[in-house]
């Protein structure tokens, strides 16, 4: 077993979008985006959940549906959300983090969808 320490200098994991597409997928994690509610409302990953780091850095709870579960940030590029992930870690959440956030998601061609279901953009 590892100091308790350990856990912490190793960091969460780090999954490609199409890794975390794939989890999400098939129901293994969430996807939590932790950009702020414009960027969430201009386009984000079908199913995400939407918690900005803001408001999880000020102490918010994981929203229900990610409670007990596997816990992949999303941001826009992937500082936020690594950010994210290792706050979630020090809590005791297994977490990981999107590398290249949404900006790669939508370069390698995974859905985005923006208010109400229409399209959406990375923003």
Not at 44 to 55: D, I, M, Q, V, Y
Not at 58 to 65: E, F, Q
């Amino acid at each position: 077993m590892f100091p308790p320490f350990a856990r912490l200098s190793r960091g969460p994991g780090r999954r490609t979008p199409q890794q975390a597409h794939r989890l999400t997928g098939d129901g293994t994690a969430v996807l939590l985006d932790v950009r702020e509610t414009p960027e969430w409302e201009a386009g984000h990953a079908p199913g995400a959940l939407h918690l900005p780091l803001s408001r999880l850095v000020a102490g918010a709870p994981l929203p229900a549906a990610a409670q007990g579960r596997t816990v992949l940030a999303i941001c826009r590029s992937g500082h936020r959300s690594r950010q994210a992930a290792r706050l979630l870690a020090g809590r005791g959440v297994r977490a990981a983090d999107v590398t290249g956030g949404m900006t790669a998601w939508a370069r390698a061609g995974l859905p985005v969808t923006g208010r109400g279901g229409s399209g959406g953009v990375v923003a």
